[in-house]
């Protein structure tokens, strides 16, 4: 998995693409990003995927915050991401939430 930040000049936020490479989802043949952001709606936003697998979405984030989230991979599957900035222990059970910090 790979997060790309973009921080445009004179702008309070931050571009940020989440990718979900094939290899974590070959199987898949959808995978939504859900996180706090966009207040745990699982269809809220889908990713989008590429001819190669690689699945992907784009979202602006206000900067100097820190944004739990997880991949949920056909509608069942919930993933984290092996390169989030800090993991933290779910409300909901015994697991982790990945978090990005913008």
Same mark, same amino acid.
């Given at each position: ?67 739990? %989230? ?21 409300? %909901? ?10």
């Amino acid at each position: 998995m790979i997060i790309k930040k973009q921080y445009p000049r004179r702008n309070l936020l931050c571009r940020v693409t989440f990718k979900l490479p094939g290899e974590t989802a070959d199987f898949a043949k959808i995978a939504y990003l859900v996180g706090d952001f966009n207040d745990w709606d699982s269809w809220a936003t889908p990713m989008k995927k590429s001819k190669n697998g690689i699945f992907t979405a784009t979202i602006n984030l206000e900067r100097g915050r820190e944004y739990e %989230f997880l991949y949920l991979i056909d509608k069942r599957h919930w993933e984290l991401d092996e390169k989030a900035d800090k993991y933290v222990r779910s409300h %909901f059970g015994d697991c982790d939430i990945s978090v990005v910090v913008v």
